[in-house]
């Protein structure tokens, strides 16, 4: 079957132009410039399941013209992950029925913290998310998609990967088990965390993704999370063949 993955965001947890920035990047005309926080949307046989409610969820949602969702896949906890979350009730409330959240344990243990008041039984009329958390483990079957979790880590904090068919979805790292990489083995198309030139305790800079690409090898190769550091059309033009900087609104087409 044919599965789209749109890139809703591909920016870094402060977000493109960054407030009160008045460097090149950010106040650049380019809207590739311009980058939400990370986040994806599978499209597959009427199905749509997005990784990770990013700050701009909403937005994110509304530019995408996303009209159902059937399901989170949450990478982890980190606030520009999980802030747009209150707005799946949208969702939510037009189906009637709770939107199956999967993640690790761990993650889903912060969501429940964190919004503890979508977990609290209150008045009616508030209009709140209606979820059910699920810890995953192992692969699993979402409406005839298979997901394959791959651990990997951001700093110490084990955060989650996901691969569909020949296709990976894998942001917030700097450290991939070897474990791991068998899983990512025989990619068609890889998304990897590449920060920034310089390097950072808890995310790939852009010669350690190369590195994990030249080890891979995956047919194409997009590069998320992305500070203002990084001008897009320049980073373009300084990047290897078959990898490139994703950007915001980016489709990719694969098959299962
Ligand atoms: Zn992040
Ligand atoms: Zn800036
Ligand atoms: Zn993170």
Not at 67 to 86: N, Q
Request: with cysteine; aromatic share 8%.
């Amino acid at each position: 079957m044919d599965v789209t993955l749109t890139l809703l965001g591909t920016g870094t947890s402060h977000g493109v132009p960054c407030i009160a920035c008045g460097c090149e990047v950010c106040s650049s005309g380019d809207p590739r410039n311009q980058r939400f926080r990370c986040s994806a949307l599978l499209q597959y046989e009427g199905y749509s399941v997005v990784i990770d409610t990013a700050t701009e969820f909403r937005l994110q949602a509304l530019r995408a013209g996303m009209t159902t969702l059937d399901a989170v896949l949450f990478t982890h906890s980190h606030a520009d992950h999980i802030s747009g979350l209150d707005d799946v009730r949208s969702f939510s409330e037009r189906q009637g029925e709770a939107i199956p959240c999967y993640g690790c344990e761990e993650c889903l243990g912060d969501i429940r913290r964190r919004f503890d008041y979508i977990f609290t039984e209150t008045q009616l009329g508030g209009g709140k998310p209606r979820l059910e958390l699920i810890p995953t483990e192992g692969p699993f079957d979402l409406h005839g998609l298979r997901v394959l979790p791959v651990p990997v880590l951001h700093g110490r904090l084990p955060v989650l990967g996901f691969r569909f068919g020949p296709a990976a979805y894998v942001t917030d790292c700097n450290q991939i088990s070897s474990d791991s990489m068998e899983l990512l083995k025989g990619l068609d198309l890889l998304v990897l965390d590449a920060l920034r030139w310089r390097s950072h305790p808890t995310h790939f800079n852009v010669e350690q993704a190369l590195e994990v690409v030249e080890q891979l090898r995956p047919g194409r190769v997009y590069f998320t999370h992305v500070t203002h550091d990084l001008d897009h059309a320049a980073t373009n033009a300084a990047l290897p063949e078959g990898v490139e900087l994703a950007y915001d609104g980016l489709r990719l087409q694969f098959e299962v």
